[in-house]
């Protein structure tokens, strides 16, 4: 099983910038691709930006070209680069690592991201 740690969250004006950390555990070896999900009060948990193992990335249409994930392999850790936060951008972050072979998931257990306008 995949443990993931997060970290970097906090209270923002909008306009700022934010870096999300998530520090992997556990059976790393069976880590494919990573994610950022978020998810406001009353909506559901959307993807906001996916990166693969070899590095390909994949982002929400609300956040590209401001956000920007990076995968450090070597130290097994996923971030979330925020650039000019938005009120709209305010959430609860989660990090996932999908696992291989189709077996499924693991979530993160969520850092929360606040945009005052």
């Known amino acids: 099983q995949v443990q993931l740690l997060e970290s970097g969250g906090g209270l923002v004006q909008a306009g700022d910038s934010l870096r999300l950390s998530c520090a992997a555990s556990g059976s790393i070896s069976g880590i494919n691709a990573m994610g950022w999900y978020r998810q406001a009060p009353g909506k559901q948990r959307d993807m906001v930006a996916v990166v693969s193992s070899s590095g390909g990335t994949m982002y929400a249409d609300a956040v590209k070209g401001r956000f920007f994930i990076s995968r450090d392999n070597a130290k097994n850790t996923v971030f979330l680069q925020m650039n000019s936060l938005k009120a709209e951008d305010t959430a609860v972050y989660y990090c996932?690592?999908?696992?291989?072979?189709?077996?499924?998931?693991?979530w993160g257990q969520g850092t929360p991201v606040t945009v005052s306008s």
């Open positions: 996932r690592a999908d696992r291989k072979y189709g077996l499924g998931y693991s």
